[in-house]
């Protein structure tokens, strides 16, 4: 018989969900688990082929569907979150370069972000922009092999402590302001890169502002096709709803990968 749920056969599902059992129960770090321990996790949930489930094995992922990943989670989900720290760069960052990245992006980067080797973060928000995505400022221009990018982020959830993340910016200014904006990887720890905690009133600091200043990047960063940044950032609120939404019902739903 098949489970109506997953889309596999019960004993399927049964076995993959014990598998799931047992490697929470020998690695679930347990309450409030430090940085190092998420990492921990996650590098041991990628050696066991948990990790980043729908995607390809060729980019570090577990090769599997979204049934399995669905099982995952369930089971996950039932533990103290041991991967809180990596939402955005697992919830929105992971799916966003596995749908729209070149091969050549998910070849070099996908690994690592999966098995939580690096952290990512996505910069949308400016200051004078609020939520209107659309009205930003920050911009980039194409310098021979380089693009150059010039302006400043807000709100930036984790950036001081990620390696990379996602970042909207103006390529064309004389279109109208929901065109000519593209998406790119950006390099946190690259020079032109400067980050700087906001101090909240109960003494955390997990935002940030980011400026940049003629901070380059390879042409290749680019994500999906030049000047169609806007149709990028809607689906990537679509996956941070889907991330956020989940994580504070207790467990993290898994949007619908597309490879």
């Not at 669905?70 to 041991?82: D, H, L």
């Not at 972000?113 to 952290?119: H, Q």
């Not at 221009?141 to 910016?169: C, P, R």
């Amino acid at each position: 018989m098949t489970d109506t749920d997953t889309g596999l056969t019960e004993a399927e599902a049964a076995e993959f969900r014990q598998k799931c059992v047992d490697f929470m129960e020998q690695f679930a770090p347990g309450q409030n688990p430090t940085l190092d321990d998420q990492k921990a996790f996650l590098a041991a949930a990628a050696e066991a082929g948990l990790a980043g489930l729908p995607v390809p094995s060729e980019y570090g992922g577990g090769g599997k569907g979204l049934a399995h990943e669905k099982i995952w989670r369930e089971v996950k989900g039932n533990y103290p979150m041991p991967d809180s720290e990596f939402i955005i760069s697992h919830g929105m960052c992971m799916p966003m370069l596995a749908e729209y990245g070149t091969h050549e992006q998910k070849a070099r980067f996908l690994a690592d972000n999966i098995s939580g080797k690096t952290m990512w973060c996505q910069m949308f928000s400016e200051p004078g922009a609020g939520s209107d995505v659309a009205s930003l400022q920050t911009k980039a221009e194409l310098d021979g092999d380089e693009w150059v990018i010039n302006g400043q982020k807000v709100w930036t959830t984790l950036a001081h402590k990620s390696d990379y993340g996602l970042v909207v910016a103006r390529t064309d200014p004389d279109q109208v302001k929901h065109a000519g904006i593209s998406m790119f990887i950006l390099d946190m720890r690259g020079q032109g890169v400067e980050i700087r905690p906001i101090h909240q009133i109960d003494g955390g600091s997990h935002f940030n502002e980011v400026f940049f200043t003629d901070a380059r990047i390879p042409k290749d960063w680019l994500v999906g096709d030049l000047n169609n940044g806007w149709n990028l950032a809607t689906a990537m609120l679509m996956y941070e709803r889907v991330a956020i939404g989940g994580a504070g019902a207790g467990k993290i739903n898994q949007p619908n990968f597309k490879m």
